[in-house]
T-cell receptor, first 114, second 112 residues
């Protein structure tokens, strides 16, 4: 069974803290993605990666960075958390990039920034 | 403006009722996907439609891709409480990047 795991289901941080969200997949997928999900906005892509040490900006990268040191692990970093980064964060992976290919999602991390 | 417009955004119905969710755009797509997200979980792929006019069935769920490949619908027959969740349509962005672009989602609540 394919599996994407995220390090925390719930996280509470203070404004200005550095936050690490970890994602691990066990399917040997090359492509990994970070989305944030907000009510009424669906999922919006923050960053994605095609391979180790490669990263590409998504639609809303401001305030975020990523790290992909190993194929199975993709980390999302909030350098200095702000209250407008309170959201649900979802990690996903896929085998291929062509249209119609399935993305597999983790259960999400609900981050609250106070 | 959203590339994909879903309607309605919220739906609360009784068990046994039928419903239809719509996903519309002015753009043409080579394929379109529907995902369902249950509370506390990530989205899970239900179906991918690729051909204009295509109809796919998954038990009580019927998915249709518009003839012009600009829109899609999801119809649920005799809804059950287990159908409760967030339904998302999605398309891949251009340039074979693997990026998915999602609609805003339709939250469905089916009451027993």
């Amino acid at each position: 069974d394919v599996k994407v795991t995220q390090s925390s289901r719930y996280l509470v941080k203070r404004t200005g803290e550095k936050v690490f969200l970890e994602c691990v997949q066990d399917m040997d997928h090359e492509n990994m993605f970070w989305y944030r999900q907000d009510p009424g906005l669906g999922l919006r892509l923050i960053y994605f990666s095609y391979d180790v040490k490669m990263k590409e900006k998504g639609d809303i990268p401001e305030g975020y960075s990523v790290s992909r040191e190993k194929k199975e692990r993709f980390s999302l970093i909030l350098e200095s958390a702000s209250t407008n980064q309170t959201s649900m964060y979802l990690c996903a992976s896929s085998l291929l990039r062509e249209p119609g290919n399935e993305q597999f999602f983790g259960p999400g991390t609900r981050l609250t920034v106070l | 403006t959203q590339l994909l417009e879903q309607s309605p955004q919220f739906l609360s119905i009784q068990e046994g009722e039928n419903l239809t969710v719509y996903c519309n755009s002015s753009s043409v797509f080579s394929s379109l996907q529907w995902y369902r997200q249950e509370p506390g979980e990530g989205p899970v792929l239900l179906v991918t439609v690729v051909t204009g006019g295509e109809v796919k069935k998954l038990k009580r769920l019927t998915f249709q891709f518009g003839d012009a490949r600009k829109d899609s619908s999801l119809h649920i027959t005799a809804a059950q409480p287990g159908d409760t969740g967030l339904y998302l349509c999605a398309v891949h962005g251009s340039s074979n990047t693997g990026k998915l672009i999602f609609g805003q989602g339709t939250t469905l609540q089916v009451k027993p």
